[in-house]
């Protein structure tokens, strides 16, 4: 029953998820294509847009016949097994674009996970090229090593 009910309000929603930490090996693994993905870094100044902080709770209390029921708080919760992806979300309406705009002054970094196909890593160091801004561009394991090749 209580799937009929959050069924209808979870296709209202378009959820962007991202996390304090660029460094959560269990981030990269799962989200991260295994390290063959990248991370994007940005200005923690204001929000992109309406960000919600994941609380974590084993025991969370939901009213799906109050008045309340139509507003998406539901979205902020997970089980406390999920508390080290230290995660933000971001809500826009279902059917909106696909993608988040934002300041380019913002992104400050992209972090290339250390499996990341060669093409895919030469086509972002162009990219951040040709931005009139700098942009660090730095590998996983740069990072750890402490070695932070700026390009």
Sequence with gaps: MLKSILDPLLQRFRVYSLSKQWNNPHLWRKYGGDHAGYCLEFRNEKP???????????????DVTGPERDEPYFLFYKTR??????????IG????????????LRLTRVILGRDIERTAATRIHEWAGLRKLPLAVVSEDDIHSDVLPVR
């Design 81 to 90: 097994r999920w508390t080290h992806e230290k995660e933000v979300r971001m």
């Design 48 to 62: 992109l847009g309406p960000m919600f902080e994941v609380r974590y709770d084993d025991n969370v209390a939901l």
């Design 93 to 104: 309406p279902q059917g909106s674009d696909n993608s988040v705009r934002f300041d380019p």
